[in-house]
């Protein structure tokens, strides 16, 4: 009889639970949607600062606007984390092609990185070629003193975009080294883009050591159609010239934090996260402006509604998560150093749109201690748990300090028609897949303040 | 023993079925995303016949250019069905408000099917309420001869935008019969709007047999903001000017039909639509353009893949769906009077947007034989078959001959911001998200044809 009884007890606890969970996901959901201030931020952020790539003025600039935006959401603690940050520097730059009589300037973006032509020009006669297999089968002499012309589609069957990203974007990462170990003077790349439009897209590549640093842009799909069309019809001239290149040193730079401290276990820590810098294009708007103004509404709806987390939280709006993750480093540098005790740390970065799901990337024991909650989040039409994601900020605390990782994951039909062009801007992100978000967001810190993650 | 054989047996057909079923799914999907021509099909529906508003020369080109688009999809067989359709004029229209010292016209959209105010400017004191039950407490003499505004903002703490709809359109609806009733001269309306913008979006009103047919309009919400500081503050004078009015008598027109002749059960119909009328605003890209492409592109990718369907499948433009829903009613009465077969009914009716689900207003059982299936489609992003929503344009079908009928239900974030505006424009429809929505049109139909529902 007793355990019967405690039976009834036990199962009315967790449905008493499981009310108040959802009475509380509700008023997350309400407040955020009714009183949220996160999109009014990301205009501020987007028009008065615009992009911020790491080192320069305006990611200074991006520093004291979150600085005051977490003040401003009502932070217990607000401070700024020192960070050295690598500074590219992109300058003036130009394609020429000469697809038929004469050259003709074509919209291009050198892949952030990469070294130019010291602003001289470098004309050679293209090659095309459709992947890395087929460039290695041409013969040296075909190539050598060439600009190759890397025409690896973006693959639009994939469901899941990020998917195709993942399956084309070495093509942006590699081709440099690819092209110069068999002596190509130049790389273009039809860029990593959903786009049915010429916006080209930058994005890091790298060097590797041992060979020449040839310069590599970018060019938006109809250039890279036309350029595609010209290369099967006879042989096509191009001219690139381009100052960017990579400073000496590092430079001075700050992760933004904003803090609640817990009630019961403040040393707990739970981080929720984007980045601050940008690619220098566009404003940085869903990559990743959405992100930090989602993680200082975390702070900013709690705070207004009173809720008290047993655990510490803090938004981070990390800095170089596009060009060296020194923000994700020294975060985790700093956790290490100081013996911090985290447990749960939260990225937002696959843009501001509306939410499906939850990347989990932890033990398979807590996967299923949140996955056991995914019936609370269906009315806010989040489902899918099955996903391992974390992001790329919180990679370094999650892989030396095994904290496990969470990464909102949004619908991606859209995110790489924009990602890293001058379309990513304010205008491309809805109010109200935004709020979503951050919705998502806090629901997922008030549960693991609730009911811990072990 | 031979049990456990045909056990064996049933399971194995089972899983080769449903590894078929699942291959099938993935055709239909890389079909779609790799050839689909509904895109292209709706940039030229919105940018070379633009909004089409029944019984308008414009709906009668959209006609025409949807007889073609289903000859160019490969259809069997392509017809119009007559529908006789109401004319709603809008001619010239202007809302002036001396919110301060002087008069200024604000941008706005008289409601649909309303009747203006004869081109002569009908000038008054406006009264601000927030509700119907706010007005009803109000003297009759406080708003005699005034102008009413109601005041009713879209809730944005409904997580699916349409439930927010559902909870404001009767402001839409019906304030011209609420406000008639107690003296009043002209309505003004908050609009039916998610947007943090300045559209008005307009959409169908009616006017009760016993009332005063009271000039409607409808304000954005920047509008309505400023107007409702300036009813805080004191009396606000209105000049409501327009000539918009029902013209007598209906017009022919027609229904747009495509079929694909089923191979074994020919006579049992699965339709599958959207309408082409759209109000005078905007193109009617969400609105239902992409109702029809999508229709039209699960015709061209049946036909592309060789699917030889065992039903007959019917793409069908529906015209007036938005003022009259006179192409619904025909088609309706056509299958009666014709004696047709039909299986299962669907409609896309709630934009071009990333699918989530498919609602399904059929008997609990036919349901279920759809909800078995979920599995398959959760690749593809869809996992909602829990609402019971069907669609306009098929409710007549679905009511008068028990057809089962679905929607599809895309993410419902954006819809309110475009919905009926001048906004709602080919530019705001997503390529990738457009193609979705017609994957899982295909699917669906697919898997009736091969799996029945009895």
């Known amino acids: 009889m007793k355990s019967k009884l405690l039976t009834i007890a036990a199962i009315c606890c967790v449905s008493v639970s499981q009310a108040q969970d959802s009475l509380m996901f509700r008023k997350i959901s309400d407040e955020v949607m009714l009183h949220s201030t996160c999109y009014e931020n990301l205009r501020v952020l987007c028009k008065t600062v615009g992009h911020r790539l790491s080192g320069t003025p305006a990611a200074a600039k991006a520093v004291k606007w979150g600085e005051q935006a977490m003040k401003d959401a009502g932070a217990d603690k607000v401070w700024l984390q020192p960070v050295n940050v690598p500074r590219w520097h992109r300058g003036k730059e130009s394609l020429e092609l000469k697809l038929g009589k004469e050259y003709k300037s074509v919209p291009v973006l050198s892949l952030g990185n990469s070294q130019g032509t010291d602003g001289k020009p470098l004309e050679a006669a293209v090659v095309m070629v459709y992947s890395f297999d087929e460039y290695k089968t041409l013969p040296e002499k075909e190539v050598k003193g060439k600009i190759v012309f890397f025409n690896y589609r973006f693959r639009q069957d994939f469901v899941n975009s990020f998917e ?23 790389v273009i790349i039809r860029s990593m883009s959903t786009g049915m439009d010429d916006y080209p897209h930058t994005g890091s590549m790298h060097y590797d050591d041992s060979v020449k640093k040839l310069p590599e842009m970018a060019i938006g799909n109809l250039t890279a159609d036309a350029l595609e069309a010209a290369c099967k019809k006879g042989s096509v001239l191009a001219r690139m010239t381009s100052e960017c290149h990579m400073k000496e040193g590092l430079a001075p730079s700050f992760n933004v934090i904003g803090e609640i401290k817990g009630t019961e276990n403040p040393e707990r820590i739970i981080t929720v996260g984007g980045h601050l810098d940008s690619w220098d294009a566009g404003e940085g708007a869903h990559d990743d402006g959405a992100g930090c103004v989602q993680s200082i509404e975390v702070i900013r709806a709690f705070k207004a509604m009173g809720f008290k987390p047993r655990y510490t939280i803090r938004a981070v709006l990390f800095m ?34 509306s939410p499906r799901g939850i990347g989990l990337d932890m033990p398979e ?3 299923n201690q949140i996955r056991k909650y995914a019936p609370l989040f269906l009315p806010y039409n989040v489902y899918d748990f099955e996903k ?30 924009y990602h890293h062009t001058d379309n990513d801007v304010f205008e491309m992100v809805n109010h109200r897949e935004l709020k979503l978000g951050a919705v998502t967001l ?13």
Chains 1, 2 share one sequence.
């Open 164 to 186: 195709g990203y993942s399956d084309a974007v070495m093509y942006r990462w590699n081709s440099p080294n690819v092209a110069a170990r068999r002596g190509a003077a130049g």
């Open 320 to 353: 170089n998560e596009e060009n060296g993750n020194k923000g994700g480093m020294a975060y985790s540098d700093s956790a290490i150093s100081k013996k911090e005790n985290h447990i749960l740390a939260i990225e937002s970065d696959a843009g501001g749109f």
């Open 365 to 367: 024991a807590q996967k």
């Open 388 to 417: 391992e994601e974390g992001g790329v900020d919180i990679s370094p605390i999650h892989n030396k300090l095994k904290v496990p990782a969470a990464g909102l994951i949004p619908d991606s039909q859209r995110y790489f028609d």
């Open 442 to 454: 806090a629901q997922l810190i008030y549960l693991v303040c609730e009911h811990g993650l072990d």
